[in-house]
């Protein structure tokens, strides 16, 4: 019964050993000639404006998160549909199943207006034009 422990455990140590051994190689052979340049702020061939620390809206994240939902849900339907007629009839309720839920959730997404992507933020209030004073 230990010996099964045993293995587990001469696996993590082999893995850990690995990952150590491979920074250590790394960290001797390579060479440190940092230079400003080098250690300058790269992002996608753009030069940095500004600070790191702006805020970014909310509605990005919603938008990928609701990708990702549908594009695994996708993912699921796919091999179900090449083996779609060796399945047999409980497999084709479930899958129906799964679709409805699927639906209801775009549904509750589009109610909401999580796709649109300028939300209506409700009436929008101005002063009172101070040019007739």
């Known amino acids: 019964m230990y010996f099964d422990y045993a293995n587990i455990l001469v ?13 250590i190689v790394g960290r001797v052979v390579r060479r440190q000639r940092p230079d400003p340049e080098k250690l300058a702020t790269y992002e996608c061939g753009e030069e940095t404006i500004g600070t790191a620390w702006i805020q970014f809206n909310v509605r990005f994240y919603i938008i990928a998160l609701i990708f990702l939902i ?43 207006g999580d796709l649109e992507w300028l939300k209506s933020l409700g009436e929008v209030r101005t002063e009172p034009s101070r040019e007739g004073r």
């Open 11 to 23: 696996y993590l140590l082999v893995a850990a050993g690995f990952i150590l051994g491979s920074l």
């Open 70 to 112: 549908f594009d695994v849900e996708i993912a699921v339907l796919f091999p179900w549909t090449t083996v779609f007629r060796q399945a047999g009839l409980l497999a084709f309720i479930e899958m129906g199943v799964f679709l409805a839920i699927l639906g209801v959730g775009f549904a509750y997404v589009w109610a909401k």
